[in-house]
């Protein structure tokens, strides 16, 4: 973690708790001075392709454009078959809808051809970037994090408080 943010002009006393200098950095990051969080955004995991037909998509990225492609993985807790299209320095994650439930087939429902699902961030601190979201009024999904795809904590933010876009933010 970053080192506490001093606000005063002398240093702090060994006394000072870890506590109040956490606070203290949140409110200066909070009026523009610094930036306090105690989590941080990190890049680009993938970007998700709900698919109508998963067959047809693996032979376009695999077999048209020469990608490495992951084998097809049933995830049933997220009503969703993925594969991985590797990229160099990202992913594109096809999905296919698995159960009735699946949210993919809600998807496909109003997009009958597929299209872009969510785009994937990482974070270094998933349940700390869940208390700061929630903090600046953005909606997650679920009340606590999924394991996902990768096997790591998932969560996904209401597409309505981030410009249009569902977002996925994924424990690095």
């Known amino acids: 973690a970053d080192p506490p943010v ?5 240093p702090p ?3 000072t708790s870890m506590f109040a200098l956490r606070a203290a950095g949140r409110a200066i990051g909070q009026r523009g001075y610094a930036d306090a969080r105690l989590w941080k955004l990190g890049r680009l995991n993938h970007v998700a392709i709900a698919v109508p037909n998963m067959e047809k ?3 376009l990225y695999r077999d048209v ?5 992951s084998e097809k993985v049933a995830l049933p807790e997220h009503g969703v ?7 160099g320095n990202t992913k594109i994650e096809l999905l296919h809808p698995l159960g009735e439930k699946s949210p993919i087939q809600n998807f496909l429902d109003k997009n009958t051809e597929g299209g872009i699902h969510h785009i994937c961030i990482e974070v270094n601190d998933i349940k700390a970037a869940i208390v700061d ?26 597409p309505k408080d ?6 996925e933010l994924e424990e690095a």
């Open 57 to 59: 998509s693996v032979q």
């Open 133 to 158: 979201v929630k903090k600046n009024k953005i909606r997650p999904l679920t009340p606590e994090p999924k394991i996902g795809a990768h096997g790591k904590p998932v969560v996904f933010l209401h």
């Open 162 to 167: 981030c410009g249009g876009v569902l977002v």
């Open 6 to 10: 001093n606000i005063s002009r002398t």
């Open 81 to 87: 078959y993925t594969v991985f299209v590797e990229l």
């Open 65 to 69: 454009m020469g990608a490495k492609v």
């Open 13 to 15: 006393s060994t006394s």
